[in-house]
């Protein structure tokens, strides 16, 4: 909860709701016989999303370049918000208290961090028209 800080929207309640309808979403697939991922991939999607607005500082991305505050510096502008939260997600699991991947093997743990860090990025509302356009071309 600290992590989330007092922002109105982007907070622990907003990161409890999305982890919840990403978990009612992955129980219909599979009582619907539609496992789509691996166990491990689901865990990978649930932890992106308790993770993906960590320590939201409440302002945009285009308010982060615009005001060169130090995420936009940071991360070159590019997606300043959601790779915070993601090197600070990662951060934290990094510490051995709260490293619940510790059994994981090297390549188990590259693909849950390639998956992880691919979800929180695909948060960034610059690229949802981009993402959105790929299931245009679902057959």
Same mark, same amino acid.
């Given at each position: 909860?600290? @992590?989330?800080?007092?922002?109105?929207?982007?907070?622990?309640?907003?990161?409890? $709701?999305?982890?919840?309808?990403?978990? $009612? %979403?992955?129980? @219909?697939?599979?009582?619907?016989?539609?496992?789509?991922?691996? /166990?491990?991939?689901?865990?990978?999607?649930?932890?992106?999303?308790?993770?993906? !607005?960590?320590?939201?500082?409440?302002?945009?991305?285009?308010?982060?370049?615009?005001?060169?505050? !130090?995420?936009?510096?940071?991360?070159? +502008?590019?997606? $300043?918000?959601?790779?915070?939260?993601?090197?600070?997600?990662?951060?934290?699991?990094?510490?051995?208290?709260?490293?619940? @991947?510790?059994?994981?093997? %090297? +390549?188990?743990?590259?693909?849950?961090?390639?998956?992880?860090?691919? $979800? @929180?990025?695909? /948060?960034?509302?610059?690229?949802?028209?981009?993402?959105?356009?790929?299931? !245009?071309?679902? !057959?």
């Amino acid at each position: 909860r600290r @992590v989330h800080g007092e922002n109105p929207f982007h907070n622990f309640y907003h990161s409890f $709701c999305v982890t919840h309808m990403t978990y $009612c %979403v992955l129980r @219909v697939c599979r009582e619907q016989g539609t496992p789509f991922l691996t /166990t491990k991939e689901q865990f990978a999607l649930l932890f992106s999303a308790v993770t993906h !607005d960590l320590d939201h500082p409440g302002a945009n991305n285009a308010f982060q370049i615009n005001s060169r505050s !130090d995420l936009a510096v940071i991360y070159n +502008d590019q997606s $300043c918000l959601e790779n915070h939260h993601c090197s600070l997600a990662f951060q934290i699991l990094a510490r051995p208290a709260c490293n619940i @991947v510790h059994s994981f093997t %090297v +390549d188990e743990y590259k693909a849950f961090r390639k998956l992880v860090i691919a $979800c @929180v990025l695909s /948060t960034d509302m610059a690229k949802h028209f981009e993402i959105l356009g790929r299931f !245009d071309k679902i !057959d």
